[in-house]
Every structure is written in structure tokens, then in C-alpha cells.
T-cell receptor, first 112, second 113 residues
Framework: RKEVEQDPGPFNVPEGATVAFNCTYS??????FFWYRQDCRKEPKLLMS???SGNEDGRFTAQLNRASQYISLLIRDSKLSDSATYLC?????????????FGTGTRLKVLA | DAGITQSPRHKVTETGTPVTLRCHQT?????MYWYRQDPGHGLRLIHY???????DKGEVSDGYSVSRSKTEDFLLTLESATSSQTSVYFC????????????FGEGSWLTVV
């Protein structure tokens, strides 16, 4: 079983739709959680951190469920510019060093 | 921008030749990483560094070596390039100043023919 799993998609949604992605992680000792966005042939960029209480940034809402070991990303009112691959990232600390574990990404295509 | 520069950005090389990719940061972060990204595999850690001259292997380190002689520079060397090393390589940095968030360089596209 992969340490971090995501549905690869693609998710094809019309503009204005709401879309949700889930990401499951296998290690209950995981400490920090993030969503990154990656455009085609570009580097991954931080979209948002994910906090236990859930957090929102404009049209984006991230949630963490430690009991079920998953994080989610909700995008409301999708824009064409939201088309990208969304990577789930989980961290663990071993011997004082952070280890970042990446999902393979979920591809989103927002259609006009 | 995260203050990370990778060079070269694109390179085509022949099988069996050595190749060095350079990562330079201006953020003074302690940790530096080299990842490769391939379809179906996502980002895989090659090597990382936790300080000057302190490096360790990642999950796909065979055929690669690294060096960090200064805080700001992290070099990745393919000792004898093979076609399986054709990939995009991302350098990344993290540290307490970034809240342990990881930031990536723009990538180096390497083709081994």
C-alpha cells in the first residue's frame, strides 16, 4: 500500500462547479499536511496547509480527518485557471529530519 | 518566489556521460532535496542534505551522488547517465524559517539519449 494515495483523475468539471479531492495516508504518526498545485511542466507550489480544525482560503477549503487518516480539498466555483494537478503532501519527523511524502496527484480540468 | 535557482534548466546528454545539476538557494534554509518526477510515480526523493557536508540517501539514490560544500549550493551528479534517468529533476528547500514547508525550484529537464 502506498504511503499517500490519491485518485489520479482526471476530474473534468464545468466552470462554476464544486469539486472535492481526497487523499489517504497510511502512517498515523504523520504530522503535517499540505496541498500543492502543479501546472503542466512547472514546479509544485504550495496551495495551502491543512489544519486539524479545517481551514479555508477563498474558494478553497481543506480538512483533515486524523481518525480516518485522510485529508480533503474542496474547490468551490471552479475557474478555468484552477486546471492543474493537485498534490497531497504528508510529513513525518524521524530523528529530527522532516520526511515529505507526496501523492501522485489528482488532475483537474475545468471546462468552459 | 522561493529563491531557488536550478541549472541547467534543460539538458540533452549521451548515455555514459557524467552530468551535474546545480541547485542554488538564497534563503539560508538548512534542508535541501533532490527529487525526480516521472509519470505514474510522482515525486521521488533521490538525496537530501541537512547541512553543509551532511547528506543522506532517498528512495531512488542508485546512480546518483550529491555534494553540499556551502549552505546555498546542492549538486546532484549522475555519474554515468542512463536512459532510465531521463526525467525532470526538482530541487527543494525547507527549514524552520519556512515553517517546515517545502519549496521547489523550477526544475531541470534531462534527456539521456
Amino acid at each position: 500500500r502506498k504511503e499517500v494515495e490519491q485518485d489520479p483523475g482526471p476530474f473534468n468539471v464545468p466552470e462554476g462547479a464544486t469539486v472535492a479531492f481526497n487523499c489517504t495516508y497510511s502512517n498515523s504518526a504523520s504530522q503535517s499536511f499540505f496541498w500543492y498545485r502543479q501546472d503542466c511542466r512547472k514546479e509544485p507550489k504550495l496551495l495551502m496547509s491543512v489544519y486539524s480544525s479545517g481551514n479555508e482560503d477563498g474558494r478553497f477549503t481543506a480538512q483533515l480527518n486524523r481518525a480516518s487518516q485522510y485529508i480533503s480539498l474542496l474547490i468551490r466555483d471552479s475557474k478555468l485557471s484552477d486546471s492543474a494537478t493537485y498534490l497531497c503532501v504528508v510529513t513525518m519527523s524521524t530523528s529530527g529530519t522532516y520526511k515529505y511524502i507526496f501523492g501522485t496527484g489528482t488532475r483537474l480540468k475545468v471546462l468552459a | 518566489d522561493a529563491g531557488i535557482t536550478q541549472s541547467p534548466r534543460h539538458k540533452v546528454t549521451e548515455t555514459g556521460t557524467p552530468v551535474t545539476l546545480r541547485c542554488h538557494q538564497t534563503e539560508n534554509h538548512r534542508y535541501m532535496y533532490w527529487y525526480r518526477q516521472d509519470p505514474g510515480h510522482g515525486l521521488r526523493l533521490i538525496h537530501y542534505s541537512y547541512g553543509v557536508k551532511d547528506t543522506d540517501k532517498g528512495e531512488v539514490s542508485d546512480g546518483y551522488s550529491v555534494s553540499r560544500s556551502k549552505t546555498e549550493d546542492f549538486l546532484l551528479t549522475l555519474e554515468s547517465a542512463t536512459s532510465s534517468q531521463t526525467s525532470v529533476y526538482f530541487c527543494a528547500i525547507s527549514g524552520r524559517a519556512s515553517g517546515n514547508t517545502i519549496y521547489f525550484g523550477e526544475g531541470s529537464w534531462l534527456t539521456v539519449v
